[in-house]
């Protein structure tokens, strides 16, 4: 029987098999290269992207895709449902206009126009009545020494002067065995200082030293006893 390659259109003759009849046949390849691109073309369909209207290919059997990427795919359904219109606010820190999504600003999201402005408010500058989320000092005084950044550079000075030894015990987590954390510990208590107003040694290097773990306890548990706390 004589036909044409389906792919290339090259005349071919066709061996009629015992049997078998080639009557109902179609598909006829002069050679398996011709099969394979044919089959795999008939896999992959060219479509333009119905949001940025790049043409792609995707696979025949997904007829009802519309997009190229599911990046393009989220915003097509955006543009669909209308969630894609932005609101104008004002950026908290340096009250530049930005635009805002509503799921955003429902969220709490969206209130500054960079990182930048963002750290400004995390950082010493924005401490008290300056940070927008200033609530009247409701925060215990106690409290926020412990975690201002002033303590914690505090802490880092006092353990770095005792090399990370604790001044009890000897215990240094470098060259001895065990998982212990170190410790600044205040030698003067800081609810003194702050009853005798001698806010000024809060952070002095003298009312400081390196204890672990373990000693900071027993110390502390013992002034508390002292006076009559415990």
Not at 16 to 35: A, E, G, P, V, W
Not at 69 to 93: A, D
Not at 98 to 123: A, M, Q
Not at 170 to 185: F, I, L, Q
Request: aromatic content about 10%; charged content about 30%.
């Amino acid at each position: 029987m004589i036909t044409k390659c389906v792919h290339c259109n090259q005349t071919i003759k066709v061996k009629q098999k015992r049997n078998r009849d080639d009557s109902l046949r179609k598909n006829f390849f002069c050679s398996i290269s011709c099969y394979k691109t044919y089959r795999l073309d008939k896999k992959w369909t060219v479509k333009e992207c119905a949001y940025c209207h790049n043409e792609f290919k995707y696979r025949s059997k997904q007829k009802d895709r519309k997009c190229c990427s599911l990046s393009c795919n989220s915003k097509y359904g955006q543009v669909l449902t209308g969630s894609n219109k932005q609101i104008k606010t004002n950026c908290l820190v340096c009250k530049k206009e930005i635009l805002s999504s509503p799921s955003n600003i429902k969220n709490g999201k969206g209130k500054y126009c960079s990182k930048k402005c963002f750290y400004l408010v995390c950082s010493d500058g924005w401490i008290g009545d300056k940070n927008p989320k200033w609530n009247g000092g409701i925060t215990p005084l106690y409290r926020r020494i412990r975690t201002s950044t002033k303590f914690y550079k505090w802490r880092k000075a006092v353990l770095e002067r005792d090399n990370y030894t604790c001044q009890k015990c000897g215990y240094n987590p470098k060259y001895d065995e065990g998982n212990t954390n170190m410790e600044a510990h205040h030698l003067f208590m800081l609810k003194d200082l702050l009853i005798h107003n001698l806010k000024k040694h809060i952070f002095s290097l003298d009312n400081g030293t390196t204890l672990c773990q373990p000693c900071h306890q027993v110390i502390t548990d013992y002034q508390k006893l002292k006076e009559g706390l415990i």
